[in-house]
């Protein structure tokens, strides 16, 4: 047994890392969510303002009313269990990213690195800008801040 784990512990240990950091990447925001519909998603039209409902799945940006890629996801929080939610960042997908995600399998083991690297996500604030999700501007904005009442921030889902 000792020779099984002097030879393979590292890898062990790098797959159990992955697995649990894929596991809280898929389900760890949304598992804390007491209600609403995780299979779907916010969105608003960076345009017009327009708030919508889409398949969690869609990948942003989508056509807008003028046909343009405005539509984005909105990632609503909330610090009462959903009675109120503030939209904290908007996301979308590179246009390389956006592609590649469009012919990838939904299990494909790439399909997480693929989304990560392509994130950019912003400021809901009217002409903030974008950043990769993975550079330190991303990372702030991605980062809940405490609620107030010492509850637990939870992410909105619709009903």
């Known amino acids: 047994m000792r020779q099984f784990i002097n030879k393979y512990g590292a890898v062990i240990v790098t797959v159990i890392v992955v697995l649990a950091g894929l596991s ?36 942003p940006p ?11 996801r909105a990632m609503k929080y909330s610090c009462d269990g959903g ?35 392509g994130e950019m996500v912003r400021s809901p604030e009217k002409g903030s800008s974008w950043y990769p999700a993975t550079s330190t501007e991303g990372a702030q904005l991605r980062t809940l801040p405490d609620c107030p009442s010492g509850q637990t921030m939870v992410l909105v889902t619709p009903r």
């Open 24 to 59: 809280y990447w898929l389900f760890g925001t949304t598992s804390r969510n007491p209600a609403g519909n995780t299979g779907m998603a916010f969105f608003v039209d960076e345009e017009t303002g327009d708030e919508s409902i889409h398949p969690i799945g869609d990948l």
């Open 62 to 72: 989508l056509p807008g009313k003028s046909g343009k890629p405005t539509v984005v």
């Open 83 to 117: 009675k109120n939610s503030k939209t904290r960042y908007l996301v979308k997908f590179t246009p390389e990213a956006q592609s590649r995600l469009k012919t990838m399998a939904q299990d494909d083991v790439n399909r997480p690195d693929v989304m990560a690297r």
